[in-house]
Nanobody, 121 residues
Framework: QVQLVESGGGLVQAGGSLRLSCAASGSIFSINGMGWYRQAPGKQRELVAT???????NYDDAVKGRCTISRDNAKNTMYLEMDSLKPEDTAVYYC???????????????WGQGTQVTVSS
């Protein structure tokens, strides 16, 4: 099994910064793509940014230029640096990874439990 633990969320004023982390642990054979998603109250979960195993990145237009996704493959950890935060960035942020667990032949998507980001105006 693969477990994901997010951290780094919190309350910040508009214009501030936060750095989210997502650490994968457990019986992991390999991790492919990783990504951050967010869900605001009353809204559907949406993509924030993704990063491939080769380091190629993709960002939603709403965060492009303000967020940087990165990963440390040696630590099975992904990061999201968020700058110039806006009140509309307030949401629960989830990480997702596509991983192959040890002794498995099936790639699966695993989700973290989420971390709250609140941006005050």
């Amino acid at each position: 099994q693969v477990q994901l633990v997010e951290s780094g969320g919190g309350l910040v004023q508009a214009g501030g910064s936060l750095r989210l982390s997502c650490a994968a642990s457990g019986s992991i054979f390999s991790i492919n793509g990783m990504g951050w998603y967010r869900q605001a109250p009353g809204k559907q979960r949406e993509l924030v940014a993704t990063i491939t195993s080769d380091g190629d990145t993709n960002y939603d237009d709403a965060v492009k230029g303000r967020c940087t996704i990165s990963r440390d493959n040696a630590k099975n950890t992904m990061y999201l640096e968020m700058d110039s935060l806006k009140p509309e960035d307030t949401a629960v942020y989830y990480c997702k990874v596509r991983a192959l667990a040890a002794y498995s032949v099936v790639w699966r998507d695993y989700w973290g439990q989420g971390t709250q980001v609140t941006v005050s105006s």
